[in-house]
């Protein structure tokens, strides 16, 4: 049987087993766009997931959130399968909640040029704190 105080060394010990891959990366190569053929209409796409993920950069440990796009596209618009190899790609990315909305939103601007686009991710609560982080983009002169 453990002892309290052998317990409570082992537990301290639990943070130093989680291990960040210094080698993982954010794979923007992967987006794709393809041509839209109604870019003077004003069309809202709305793309959601409950499976994003990635990890804190002290910890090691996942973040669980629910991600929402929305955007009007410009002339193209994104294409979701490899919206979907993008996202599974920060799974052992090391980033804080704040820096990945803004990074995915960079990202997504970068890929298919939105009239306007926001990014939410809303966090699963840990350690009794819910976060919720959002960022918008317009198109210059929108």
Not at 54 to 62: D, Q, R
Not at 106 to 124: A, E, F, G, H, S
Request: glycine share 6%.
């Amino acid at each position: 049987m453990t002892t309290i105080p052998e317990l409570k060394e082992q537990y301290e010990g639990l943070d130093r087993r989680v291990e960040i891959r210094q080698d993982a990366a954010i794979d923007t190569e992967c987006l794709m766009a393809f041509q839209y053929e109604y870019p003077e209409q004003e069309t809202e796409v709305v793309i959601d997931t409950d499976e994003f993920t990635a990890v804190c950069p002290w910890t090691g440990l996942p973040d669980y959130g629910t991600l929402l796009v929305t955007y009007v596209p410009g002339q193209s618009c994104i294409e979701l399968k490899s919206f979907k190899y993008y996202l599974m790609s920060f799974r052992d990315v090391g980033i804080v909640q704040e820096h990945a909305v803004n990074r995915i939103l960079q990202d997504l601007v970068v890929c298919c040029r939105p009239r306007r686009m926001k990014v939410k991710l809303d966090y699963k609560i840990r350690g009794g704190i819910h976060t919720e982080v959002s960022v918008e983009y317009k198109e210059p002169g929108e």
